[in-house]
């Protein structure tokens, strides 16, 4: 099992999402690119305080057609979703503690872009989730949430 935030992790990631035919089948046709802003909270041993992780997820007719980390933040030029959140909230989704679904509408995640897109959409949401928290792909090596 890769960590978590690792190149390997990113692999096993795309890997994953591209193996199960039931997300594919949720994610609309064309091309969708989101990038995902983890922010160090000084909670979560993976990403310090300070610093933020920034990821590019491109989805093209059902697939994951790139998945990476980028060293600085993605451009708004071309995205459709910018989804920002602390990361003791992200590693908390990773690990199946925390609610995708309830972090997103309380406001501790946020999600910018069409929302009325997003909404005819929901299950793209909920793909990039459901892979994120496929945890027993993932390793721990600095502890699991919920951190104390």
């Not at 199960?20 to 909670?43: F, H, L, M, T, Y």
């Not at 989804?83 to 992200?90: D, L, N, P, Q, W």
């Amino acid at each position: 099992m890769p960590a978590i935030y690792s190149q390997e992790w990113y692999e096993a990631m795309f890997n994953l999402a591209n193996s199960r035919d039931d997300i594919s089948e949720k994610v609309p046709q064309g091309e969708w690119n989101i990038a995902v802003e983890v922010i160090g909270d000084g909670k979560s041993p993976y990403v310090p305080e300070g610093t933020t992780k920034h990821f590019f997820i491109r989805f093209r007719d059902g697939k994951v057609a790139e998945y990476r980390e980028s060293p600085e933040k993605i451009s708004g030029k071309g995205l459709h979703y910018r989804i920002t959140g602390m990361a003791s909230i992200f590693d908390g989704i990773a690990a199946g503690t925390v609610d995708p679904v309830e972090v997103g509408l309380n406001g501790s995640i946020t999600i910018r872009g069409d929302m009325r897109l997003l909404m005819q959409h929901a299950d793209m949401v909920n793909v990039i989730f459901d892979v994120y928290t496929q945890s027993d792909v993932t390793e721990w090596p600095l502890g699991k949430p919920p951190y104390e």
